[in-house]
């Protein structure tokens, strides 16, 4: 079973300091090493945290507009997270930038990602002749 960061935090044991980046995911065992405290308040099972929290209209709004204006998908990662702080992880918003590359006419090459039916319409409406 994986865990997943939903916080970010760091954790010294015998002077190493480790890092745990918003998102990220350790195995269990790495899970059952650190203290209970970290374990409650920090992770989450994976399978958990994937199923969590859907997209706002105001979330999948700006990740289009600005993959419309150009931007990169690091850029939009950097955007999100400074308007709506962390309430996806940048995967998610990855993922999210993949879904349109996916309907995307300008990358047809780009087939990899199942758009969801929500996020379809809404670029659609924001672009017919862009995305199919």
Known sequence: MKFQVTRPF???VKGRRTDYKL???IGEAAYRRLPLRQQQEYFQSARRAASNTPYTAAEMALILDAYVEGRSRKEITSLFSEVFGSSHTPDSVNRMCGQLETLDVEHPASTEHVVSDEFRRMAVQFD???FA
Do not use: E, L, P
């Open 10 to 12: 760091s954790i010294t």
């Open 128 to 130: 017919a002749a862009r």
């Open 23 to 25: 998102g990220q995911r």
